[in-house]
T-cell receptor, first 109, second 115 residues
Protein backbone atom coordinates (compact mmCIF):
# COMPACT_ATOMS: atom_id res chain seq x y z
CA UNK A 1 0.00 0.00 0.00
CA UNK A 2 1.32 3.44 -0.90
CA UNK A 3 1.90 5.93 1.90
CA UNK A 4 -0.18 8.56 0.12
CA UNK A 5 -3.02 7.54 -2.18
CA UNK A 6 -5.06 9.66 -4.52
CA UNK A 7 -7.78 8.94 -7.03
CA UNK A 8 -5.87 9.41 -10.31
CA UNK A 9 -8.90 10.52 -12.26
CA UNK A 10 -8.97 11.96 -14.79
CA UNK A 11 -11.71 14.31 -13.75
CA UNK A 12 -13.34 16.00 -16.73
CA UNK A 13 -15.74 18.75 -15.68
CA UNK A 14 -17.46 21.70 -17.35
CA UNK A 15 -16.61 25.26 -16.45
CA UNK A 16 -18.42 26.36 -13.32
CA UNK A 17 -18.61 22.88 -11.84
CA UNK A 18 -17.58 21.97 -8.31
CA UNK A 19 -15.08 19.14 -8.03
CA UNK A 20 -13.57 17.39 -5.02
CA UNK A 21 -10.34 15.42 -4.74
CA UNK A 22 -9.55 12.97 -1.98
CA UNK A 23 -6.29 11.76 -0.51
CA UNK A 24 -5.50 9.24 2.22
CA UNK A 25 -2.23 8.72 4.06
CA UNK A 26 -0.98 5.80 6.09
CA UNK A 27 1.60 7.33 8.45
CA UNK A 28 -0.24 8.45 11.57
CA UNK A 29 2.84 10.44 12.62
CA UNK A 30 2.47 12.79 9.66
CA UNK A 31 2.66 16.41 10.70
CA UNK A 32 1.83 18.68 7.81
CA UNK A 33 -0.19 18.44 4.66
CA UNK A 34 -0.32 20.25 1.37
CA UNK A 35 -1.88 20.39 -2.04
CA UNK A 36 0.50 21.20 -4.89
CA UNK A 37 -0.44 21.96 -8.46
CA UNK A 38 1.57 20.71 -11.43
CA UNK A 39 1.04 21.91 -15.00
CA UNK A 40 2.08 19.86 -18.02
CA UNK A 41 5.15 18.21 -16.46
CA UNK A 42 6.41 21.53 -15.12
CA UNK A 43 7.57 21.92 -11.56
CA UNK A 44 5.02 21.46 -8.79
CA UNK A 45 3.97 24.62 -6.98
CA UNK A 46 2.29 24.95 -3.63
CA UNK A 47 -1.44 25.51 -3.94
CA UNK A 48 -2.29 25.52 -0.27
CA UNK A 49 -1.43 24.05 3.08
CA UNK A 50 -4.06 21.98 4.84
CA UNK A 51 -4.95 22.64 8.46
CA UNK A 52 -7.03 20.63 10.90
CA UNK A 53 -9.57 23.41 11.13
CA UNK A 54 -9.98 23.50 7.37
CA UNK A 55 -8.92 26.43 5.27
CA UNK A 56 -10.18 28.32 2.29
CA UNK A 57 -8.45 30.37 -0.36
CA UNK A 58 -10.89 31.88 -2.79
CA UNK A 59 -12.54 29.05 -4.72
CA UNK A 60 -10.37 26.41 -3.05
CA UNK A 61 -11.15 24.70 0.25
CA UNK A 62 -8.93 22.13 1.94
CA UNK A 63 -9.94 19.83 4.76
CA UNK A 64 -7.99 17.48 7.00
CA UNK A 65 -9.40 14.63 9.05
CA UNK A 66 -6.58 13.26 11.22
CA UNK A 67 -8.72 10.51 12.73
CA UNK A 68 -9.49 9.09 9.29
CA UNK A 69 -6.10 10.13 7.83
CA UNK A 70 -7.86 11.83 4.99
CA UNK A 71 -7.32 15.09 3.11
CA UNK A 72 -9.59 16.74 0.61
CA UNK A 73 -9.52 19.62 -1.86
CA UNK A 74 -12.70 21.26 -3.12
CA UNK A 75 -12.67 23.54 -6.14
CA UNK A 76 -15.77 25.63 -6.72
CA UNK A 77 -16.74 27.42 -9.92
CA UNK A 78 -14.06 25.64 -11.95
CA UNK A 79 -12.13 27.68 -14.52
CA UNK A 80 -10.34 26.49 -17.64
CA UNK A 81 -7.12 27.57 -15.96
CA UNK A 82 -7.70 25.08 -13.15
CA UNK A 83 -6.82 22.25 -15.54
CA UNK A 84 -3.73 20.63 -14.04
CA UNK A 85 -2.58 17.72 -11.92
CA UNK A 86 -3.12 18.14 -8.18
CA UNK A 87 -0.62 16.45 -5.89
CA UNK A 88 -1.36 15.56 -2.29
CA UNK A 89 1.76 15.87 -0.13
CA UNK A 90 2.30 14.65 3.41
CA UNK A 91 5.28 15.58 5.60
CA UNK A 92 6.69 13.86 8.63
CA UNK A 93 8.26 15.84 11.44
CA UNK A 94 11.64 14.76 10.08
CA UNK A 95 11.09 17.06 7.15
CA UNK A 96 10.55 14.45 4.47
CA UNK A 97 7.73 14.75 2.00
CA UNK A 98 5.76 11.93 0.44
CA UNK A 99 3.84 12.72 -2.73
CA UNK A 100 0.71 11.10 -4.04
CA UNK A 101 0.63 10.18 -7.71
CA UNK A 102 -1.65 13.09 -8.49
CA UNK A 103 -5.19 13.66 -9.69
CA UNK A 104 -5.63 15.07 -13.17
CA UNK A 105 -8.33 17.68 -13.73
CA UNK A 106 -9.51 18.92 -17.12
CA UNK A 107 -12.02 21.75 -17.15
CA UNK A 108 -13.87 22.06 -20.46
CA UNK A 109 -15.75 25.01 -21.93
CA UNK B 1 15.87 35.26 -12.01
CA UNK B 2 14.64 31.87 -10.85
CA UNK B 3 15.32 30.99 -7.23
CA UNK B 4 16.04 27.33 -7.98
CA UNK B 5 17.83 26.49 -11.21
CA UNK B 6 18.71 23.17 -12.78
CA UNK B 7 21.18 22.34 -15.52
CA UNK B 8 20.88 20.89 -18.04
CA UNK B 9 17.17 21.23 -18.78
CA UNK B 10 17.22 18.37 -21.26
CA UNK B 11 19.74 15.61 -21.81
CA UNK B 12 19.91 12.57 -24.02
CA UNK B 13 22.61 10.08 -23.24
CA UNK B 14 23.55 6.47 -23.84
CA UNK B 15 23.53 3.49 -21.53
CA UNK B 16 26.64 3.29 -19.40
CA UNK B 17 27.51 6.99 -19.53
CA UNK B 18 28.11 9.03 -16.38
CA UNK B 19 25.74 11.94 -16.03
CA UNK B 20 25.64 14.84 -13.58
CA UNK B 21 22.62 17.01 -12.98
CA UNK B 22 23.19 20.26 -11.14
CA UNK B 23 20.99 22.34 -8.92
CA UNK B 24 21.61 25.81 -7.54
CA UNK B 25 19.43 27.97 -5.31
CA UNK B 26 19.46 31.58 -4.20
CA UNK B 27 16.78 31.19 -1.54
CA UNK B 28 19.27 30.65 1.28
CA UNK B 29 17.57 27.41 2.30
CA UNK B 30 19.42 24.73 4.22
CA UNK B 31 17.50 21.77 2.87
CA UNK B 32 17.75 20.42 -0.64
CA UNK B 33 16.17 17.42 -2.34
CA UNK B 34 16.35 15.41 -5.55
CA UNK B 35 13.22 13.72 -6.91
CA UNK B 36 12.37 11.81 -10.04
CA UNK B 37 8.99 11.69 -11.72
CA UNK B 38 7.83 9.02 -14.14
CA UNK B 39 4.75 9.41 -16.34
CA UNK B 40 1.53 9.11 -14.37
CA UNK B 41 3.33 8.95 -11.06
CA UNK B 42 4.10 11.35 -8.29
CA UNK B 43 7.55 12.46 -7.23
CA UNK B 44 9.83 9.93 -5.59
CA UNK B 45 12.65 11.02 -3.34
CA UNK B 46 16.16 10.03 -4.43
CA UNK B 47 18.38 11.86 -1.93
CA UNK B 48 18.05 14.75 0.46
CA UNK B 49 20.40 16.99 2.40
CA UNK B 50 19.54 19.06 5.46
CA UNK B 51 22.84 20.92 5.45
CA UNK B 52 26.23 20.79 3.75
CA UNK B 53 27.52 17.92 5.89
CA UNK B 54 24.30 15.93 5.85
CA UNK B 55 23.35 13.52 3.05
CA UNK B 56 20.53 11.01 3.28
CA UNK B 57 19.15 8.35 0.99
CA UNK B 58 15.58 8.56 -0.13
CA UNK B 59 13.32 5.76 -1.26
CA UNK B 60 15.02 5.14 -4.63
CA UNK B 61 18.73 5.96 -4.20
CA UNK B 62 20.19 2.88 -5.94
CA UNK B 63 22.12 3.87 -9.05
CA UNK B 64 22.46 7.49 -7.93
CA UNK B 65 24.89 9.53 -5.86
CA UNK B 66 24.89 13.15 -4.73
CA UNK B 67 27.25 15.88 -3.68
CA UNK B 68 26.42 18.96 -1.61
CA UNK B 69 29.24 21.28 -2.64
CA UNK B 70 27.89 24.29 -0.77
CA UNK B 71 24.67 25.41 0.85
CA UNK B 72 23.47 26.62 -2.53
CA UNK B 73 24.51 23.65 -4.69
CA UNK B 74 23.37 20.04 -4.77
CA UNK B 75 24.39 17.73 -7.62
CA UNK B 76 22.94 14.38 -8.63
CA UNK B 77 25.08 11.83 -10.49
CA UNK B 78 24.16 8.73 -12.41
CA UNK B 79 27.39 6.74 -12.39
CA UNK B 80 26.37 4.42 -15.21
CA UNK B 81 23.07 5.45 -16.75
CA UNK B 82 20.49 2.84 -17.71
CA UNK B 83 17.28 3.21 -19.73
CA UNK B 84 14.94 2.89 -16.74
CA UNK B 85 16.50 6.06 -15.33
CA UNK B 86 14.77 7.95 -18.12
CA UNK B 87 12.58 10.38 -16.21
CA UNK B 88 11.94 13.98 -15.23
CA UNK B 89 14.22 15.03 -12.37
CA UNK B 90 13.38 17.82 -9.96
CA UNK B 91 15.51 19.57 -7.40
CA UNK B 92 13.76 21.27 -4.48
CA UNK B 93 14.64 23.36 -1.45
CA UNK B 94 12.96 24.12 1.86
CA UNK B 95 13.65 26.31 4.86
CA UNK B 96 14.57 24.57 8.12
CA UNK B 97 13.21 27.45 10.15
CA UNK B 98 9.66 26.79 9.02
CA UNK B 99 9.45 23.18 10.14
CA UNK B 100 7.28 21.19 10.09
CA UNK B 101 5.44 23.16 7.44
CA UNK B 102 8.31 22.52 5.05
CA UNK B 103 6.95 24.06 1.88
CA UNK B 104 9.23 22.98 -0.93
CA UNK B 105 10.31 25.15 -3.84
CA UNK B 106 11.11 23.31 -7.04
CA UNK B 107 13.46 23.89 -9.91
CA UNK B 108 12.12 23.68 -13.48
CA UNK B 109 13.21 20.07 -13.92
CA UNK B 110 15.67 18.15 -16.08
CA UNK B 111 14.27 15.81 -18.69
CA UNK B 112 16.73 12.92 -18.99
CA UNK B 113 16.56 10.26 -21.68
CA UNK B 114 18.85 7.24 -21.55
CA UNK B 115 19.04 5.30 -24.81
Amino acid sequence: RKEVEQDPGPFNVPEGATVAFNCTYSNSASQSFFWYRQDCRKEPKLLMSVYSSGNEDGRFTAQLNRASQYISLLIRDSKLSDSATYLCVVNTNAGKSTFGDGTTLTVKP
Amino acid sequence: DADVTQTPRNRITKTGKRIMLECSQTKGHDRMYWYRQDPGLGLRLIYYSFDVKDINKGEISDGYSVSRQAQAKFSLSLESAIPNQTALYFCATSDRDYQPLNEQFFGPGTRLTVL
